[in-house]
T-cell receptor
C-alpha cells in the first residue's frame, strides 16, 4: 500500500499565486521528509526537506509545513512562476539503515502566465 | 563535474531480450538505488546497495537484477522475465553517515519494440 499519500494529482495556479501540495503518512517512525521537483524527461532534484522536530522550514519561495500530530506535511510555493511548472514529489524516510525513500504519487503543477 | 550519469537516455528492448542500464556516480557515495517511474505511481524501489558486493531487493525486484562490483557503478539488468518493462528508470545515490538525501541521475527511458 502507499506509504505516503499525496494530493492533488494535478494543480493549475495563476502566476503570482500560492501553490499548495499536501502529503500524509502513517508510519510514525518516519523522520525525514524531502520534497523533490522533476521536470519532464529529467531526474528528480531535491527542493527542500524537513525533520519532525520543526513545524516549518522556508527556503526562498518554498515552505514546508509539518503537522506531526496529524501526520501531514505540505509544500507551499509562494509567488508561483511559470518556471515552477513541474511534477513535485513528497517522500518520507526512516532515517536509519538504508534510508529508503517512500514517495508520494506526484503532483503535476502548471503555472499559467 | 560531479554527479550521477545514466546511459543510454533511451533504450529499446525486443521480446525475450535482456537489457542493461548503466549508472555511474563520481560523488564517492556509498549507497546506490534503482527506481522505476510509471505515470501516476510515483517512484518505486527496485534494488538498492549500501556497499560494494552487497545489494538488497526493493518493492518490485522481480524481473530485474543488479551488481555492485565497484563503488561508483550500479548497473541494472531488465530481464525477459519482466513482462511490463516500459518505464522511466532512475538511479540515485546517497552518502552514508547520517546524510539522508538521495541524488538522482537523469534517467533512462526503456521502450519495448
Amino acid at each position: 500500500q502507499q506509504q505516503v499519500k499525496q494530493s492533488p494529482q494535478s494543480l493549475i495556479v495563476q502566476k503570482g499565486g500560492i501553490s499548495i501540495i499536501n502529503c500524509a503518512y502513517e508510519n510514525t517512525a518516519f523522520d525525514y521528509f524531502p520534497w523533490y521537483q522533476q521536470f519532464p524527461g529529467k531526474g528528480p532534484a531535491l527542493l527542500i526537506a524537513i525533520r519532525p522536530d520543526v513545524s516549518e522550514k522556508k527556503e526562498g519561495r518554498f515552505t514546508i509545513s509539518f503537522n506531526k500530530s496529524a501526520k501531514q506535511f505540505s509544500l507551499h510555493i509562494m509567488d508561483s512562476q511559470p518556471g515552477d511548472s513541474a511534477t513535485y514529489f513528497c517522500a518520507a524516510s526512516l532515517g536509519t539503515g538504508a534510508n529508503n525513500l517512500f514517495f508520494g504519487t506526484g503532483t503535476r503543477l502548471t503555472v499559467i502566465p | 563535474d560531479g554527479g550521477i550519469t545514466q546511459s543510454p537516455k533511451y533504450l529499446f528492448r525486443k521480446e525475450g531480450q535482456n537489457v542493461t542500464l548503466s549508472c555511474e556516480q563520481n560523488l564517492n557515495h556509498d549507497a546506490m538505488y534503482w527506481y522505476r517511474q510509471d505515470p501516476g505511481q510515483g517512484l518505486r524501489l527496485i534494488y538498492y546497495s549500501q556497499i560494494v558486493n552487497d545489494f538488497q531487493k526493493g518493492d518490485i525486484a522481480e524481473g530485474y537484477s543488479v551488481s555492485r562490483e565497484k563503488k561508483e557503478s550500479f548497473p541494472l539488468t531488465v530481464t525477459s522475465a519482466q513482462k511490463n518493462p516500459t518505464a522511466f528508470y532512475l538511479c540515485a545515490s546517497r552518502r552514508e553517515g547520517g546524510e539522508e538525501t538521495q541524488y538522482f541521475g537523469p534517467g533512462t527511458r526503456l521502450l519495448v519494440l
